[in-house]
């Protein structure tokens, strides 16, 4: 089980390495003004996307499934799990809409302003503290 766990913060960080960078690219996308670059990001943001973000959140997903499983009626009798899992549905709503803000990019009809990516980048930073801090203390 230590090394599941050890494979499930492994690819929590991966996950959140390319859902903290996916956003900042979005704003040097939303910035750019030659075709070049545009292009250039679109590519960067598929391949961030599809080899990074997606399948370490998938690994994440599977590997925090089988722990929970080991354990199943002390995790969801624990109210900071069902909060912890909560918050988990927030990231990946936040995941499934990058990909909907990299169409818009893709098919150049993206309307937001840098601005926007800038403020949308900070929110995981303050779900991930909520999830290690709910993790780590078990508060109630």
């Given amino acids: 089980m230590l090394w599941l766990k050890a494979f499930h913060i492994i690819s ?3 996950w959140f390495a390319g859902i903290f960078y996916l956003p900042r690219l979005f ?3 939303a910035t750019a003004t030659d075709r070049i670059s545009q292009d250039r990001f679109v590519i960067m943001e598929d391949k961030l996307y599809r080899i990074i973000m997606t399948p370490s959140a998938l690994v994440a997903l599977a590997c925090g499934a089988v722990l929970v499983s080991a354990d199943p ?3 969801f009798a624990s109210n900071w799990f069902l909060l912890k899992l909560g918050l988990v549905a927030l990231v990946l709503a936040y995941h499934i809409y990058c990909k909907t803000l990299m169409r818009q990019f893709s098919q150049r009809e993206a309307i937001k302003s840098h601005k926007f990516y800038r403020v949308y980048n900070e929110f995981p930073v303050l779900i991930l503290i909520s999830i290690i801090l ?3 203390l078990q508060p109630f």
Avoid: D, P, R
């Fill in 73 to 75: 009626k002390g995790y």
């Fill in 134 to 136: 709910l993790v780590e």
């Fill in 27 to 29: 704003v040097y996308h």
């Fill in 12 to 14: 929590i960080i991966t």
